[in-house]
C-alpha cells in the first residue's frame, strides 16, 4: 500500500498494489508501467482530487487493471495512451460514492496485427456521482481494436450523470474496431447518454494532403494527430509527451 | 521542351469515360484557360494530372519538364511543382492550417523552415489574400465559409509557390471583391516568368481579371477549340449552342439521376 498524505505531483513505476490518497489531498500521479500484468486499486478518500497519467513503455503484451474507488466529495481524471506495438488488455473499473465525479479520456492505436481491448466500467453507486468518458481509437494493419464501455447507475444513485464518448477510425479493410456502449441504469431521476462514432478513413483527405507534398504516411499520421488533438490538447505532462514525440512526432 | 505535355489522354471514373484523347501543351508563363459545360472533363483533367487514385487513366502519356507524370505519386507531383486548388477542399478535423502548411513546407525542401521565416510567409500571404492571420490556428478548412476556403487554398498556394498551378474554379462562391483578392493573389505568382497556370472557370469575369494566354474549349471529354480571350466572350455571350454549328460536335448533356418521388417530406 502507497499512502499519499501531502498534496504534490508523483511519478511511480508499478507493478502491482494499492494506492490510497488521503482527504483533503489534490494529487498528481504519472504511473509507468514496464511489466506485463499489472493490477492497481486507487482509494480515494472524502475530498480528495486525483489526476492520473497512464504512461505504457514498450510492453507486449500489456495487461493492464485499474480499480478506482471514490468516495464521497472526491475527483478523479485519467488520462491514458496505449500507442505501444502489442496486444493489450485495459480495465478501468470505477466506483464513485455521493458527490464524486470522475473523468476518464483515452487514446489507442492498434497497428501491425496489435488486438487490442479496452473495457471500462463506471458505476454510480450513489446519489449526485457523475462519470465522463472520452474514447478515441485508431485501427490500422491488420489491428483489431475492441473499446466496451458499460456504465451502471444504481439504485438509490439519484441525481447522477452516466457519460460516454468514443470515436473509431479504421485505415484498411483488414482492420476491425468495435464499440460498445452499454448502460444500465437503477433509477429514475438520473442522466446517462452515450454516443459512438466509428468509420473509414476518408481517402479524399489523405489525397488533399499529398497534394500539398506530404506523403500517404505522413497524411495519415497528420490525419491521425488531427484525430487525437481534442484529447492531446487536454494533456500536459511530460513523459506522456515523450511518447507522443517518439510514437506520433507530436510536438506541444 | 514544352514543361507539360499531354499526349492522347483518355481517363474512366469507374466504368464511365470522362476524358476521350486530351491534348495539351504548356510552357513557362503561359496560363492556359480551360472552358467546358458542366461534367464535359474540366476538373477531370486537373484531378488526374494531380494524380487522384479516383480516375484511372485508360492510355496517354503526360510529361511533366521531361519526367512521366502518371509515373509519380500525388506527394512527388506536389514536389515536383504542381499544386491543385480544389473546387470543394477538404476539411481536416484537429490540423491547424499552420502545423499542415509547415509540414508542407518542409516536405518540399531539404531543411525545416525557421520559424521566424515561417511567420513572415504565413504574414504576406494572409494579407495577399485578405484573411486574418488567427485563421491560421483554425483546423484546415473547418468551420470555413466558401470563401473563405477558396481563399485558402489560394493562401496555401503562395505559401507553396508552384511552378505549375492547377486552379479547380477558385471563383465559385466568392463575391466581386473576392474574386479581385484572388485574381490579385495569382497575378502576383504571375511576374515569376516561370510560373504557368491551368485555369478552369465557368465566367469571364475571372479571365477578365487573369488573362490567359491560350484559351480552350472542352467537349464530352475533348478539346475541341484552341484560341485566344475572344472564344471566352463568345461562351459569355451565346453560351455553348454555336459548337454544334461550327465544329460539327454535339454536345451529350450530363445525364442526372431521375427523381421518381419525394420521400419522408412532411405535407
Given at each position: 500500500m502507497?499512502?499519499?498524505?501531502q498534496?504534490g505531483?508523483y511519478i511511480?513505476k ?8 488521503d482527504?483533503n489531498l489534490l ?8 511489466v506485463?500484468?499489472?493490477q492497481i486499486?486507487?482509494?480515494?478518500k ?6 492520473v ?8 503484451p500489456?495487461?493492464?487493471?485499474n ?9 478523479y481524471?485519467?488520462?491514458l ?7 493489450s488488455?485495459?480495465?478501468?473499473e470505477i466506483?464513485?460514492?455521493s ?11 492498434a497497428d501491425k ?6 473495457e471500462?466500467k463506471?458505476y454510480?453507486?450513489e446519489?449526485?456521482s457523475v462519470?465522463y468518458?472520452q474514447?478515441?481509437?485508431i485501427?490500422r494493419?491488420n489491428?483489431s481494436?475492441f473499446?466496451k464501455g458499460?456504465?451502471?447507475i444504481?439504485k438509490g ?8 464518448d468514443s ?6 479493410e483488414?482492420?476491425k474496431?468495435k464499440i460498445e ?10 442522466q446517462?447518454?452515450h ?5 473509414r478513413?476518408?481517402?479524399d ?9 506530404l506523403?500517404?504516411?505522413?497524411a495519415?499520421k ?6 487525437l488533438a ?8 511530460y ?7 517518439e510514437k506520433l512526432n507530436?510536438?506541444? | 521542351m514544352?514543361?507539360?505535355?499531354i499526349?492522347d ?8 469515360k ?11 508563363g503561359e ?6 459545360p458542366?461534367?464535359?472533363g474540366?476538373?477531370?483533367l ?5 494524380g487522384n ?5 485508360e492510355?496517354?502519356e503526360v510529361?511533366?519538364n ?14 515536383a ?9 477538404m476539411t481536416i478535423?484537429?490540423?491547424s492550417?499552420s502545423?499542415?502548411l509547415?509540414s508542407a513546407i518542409?516536405?518540399?525542401?531539404e531543411?525545416p523552415i525557421?520559424?521566424y521565416?515561417?511567420i513572415?510567409?504565413?504574414?504576406e500571404a494572409?494579407?495577399?489574400v485578405n ?5 491560421v490556428?483554425r ?5 470555413f465559409s466558401?470563401g473563405?476556403?477558396?481563399r485558402?487554398?489560394i493562401l ?5 509557390k508552384?511552378?505549375l498551378?492547377?486552379?479547380?474554379e477558385i ?5 466581386v471583391?473576392?474574386i479581385k483578392?484572388?485574381a490579385s ?12 497556370a491551368?485555369l478552369v472557370?465557368h465566367y ?9 494566354t491560350h484559351?480552350h ?6 478539346i475541341i477549340?484552341n ?13 455553348y449552342?454555336?459548337?454544334k ?8 448533356k450530363k445525364v442526372?439521376?431521375v ?7 412532411k405535407?
Open positions: 502507497v499512502n499519499y498524505d498534496n505531483s511511480h508499478l507493478s502491482q498494489g494499492d494506492l490510497r490518497i482527504t494529487i498528481t500521479l504519472t504511473l509507468v508501467f514496464d506485463f500484468d499489472t486499486k486507487i482509494d480515494l472524502e475530498n480528495s482530487s486525483l489526476i497519467y497512464y504512461v505504457l513503455k514498450e510492453i507486449k500489456f495487461n493492464f487493471t480499480v478506482i474507488v471514490l468516495e464521497k466529495n472526491s475527483n481524471t485519467g488520462y495512451l496505449d500507442l505501444n506495438e502489442g496486444d488488455n485495459i480495465i478501468i466506483k464513485q460514492k458527490l464524486s465525479n470522475a473523468s476518464f479520456y483515452s487514446g489507442i492505436i496485427n496489435d488486438k487490442k481491448i479496452l471500462t463506471f454510480n453507486e446519489n449526485n462519470s468518458q474514447n478515441y481509437g485501427v494493419n489491428a481494436l473499446i458499460l456504465g451502471k444504481e444513485a439519484f441525481n447522477s450523470n452516466n457519460r460516454q470515436r473509431l477510425i479504421i485505415f484498411d483488414n482492420s474496431g456502449p452499454l448502460l444500465f441504469i437503477d433509477e429514475n431521476e438520473v446517462a447518454s454516443s459512438s462514432a466509428l468509420g478513413i476518408n481517402e483527405q489523405i489525397f488533399y494532403l499529398q497534394s500539398r507534398g506523403s500517404k504516411e505522413e495519415k497528420t490525419i491521425i494527430k488531427g484525430f481534442p484529447l492531446l490538447s487536454r494533456i500536459n505532462n513523459e506522456i509527451n515523450l511518447v507522443l514525440k507530436y510536438e506541444f | 514544352a514543361k507539360l505535355s499526349k489522354l483518355h481517363v474512366l471514373v469507374g466504368n464511365k470522362i476524358l476521350n484523347g486530351i491534348n495539351l501543351e504548356i510552357n513557362d496560363v492556359h484557360a480551360l472552358l467546358a458542366n461534367g464535359h474540366k476538373s477531370t486537373l484531378a488526374v494530372l494531380m487514385p479516383n480516375y484511372i487513366v492510355k496517354g510529361l511533366f521531361g519526367v512521366d507524370l502518371l509515373k509519380l505519386s500525388v506527394d512527388e507531383r506536389a514536389k511543382g504542381l499544386f491543385l486548388a480544389m473546387q470543394y477542399p478535423p484537429g490540423v492550417v502545423d499542415f509547415k518542409n516536405a518540399k525542401s531543411k525557421s520559424l521565416k515561417f513572415k510567409t504565413l504574414e494572409c494579407q495577399d484573411l486574418p492571420l488567427d485563421m490556428h483546423p484546415v478548412n473547418e468551420g466558401g473563405e476556403k477558396k485558402n487554398e496555401q498556394m503562395l505559401v507553396l508552384p511552378s498551378a492547377l486552379l479547380d471563383d465559385s462562391g466568392l463575391d471583391d473576392a483578392i484572388v493573389a495569382v497575378n502576383k505568382l504571375r511576374e515569376n516568368p516561370l510560373f504557368s491551368i472557370s469571364a469575369r475571372l479571365f477578365q481579371l487573369i488573362t490567359p484559351v474549349i472542352i467537349i464530352n471529354g475533348e477549340a484560341g485566344d480571350f475572344s472564344l471566352i466572350e463568345k461562351i459569355d455571350k451565346n453560351g449552342d454555336w459548337i454549328a461550327e465544329y460539327g460536335v454535339d454536345i451529350n442526372l439521376p427523381s421518381l418521388e419525394n420521400c419522408g417530406v405535407r
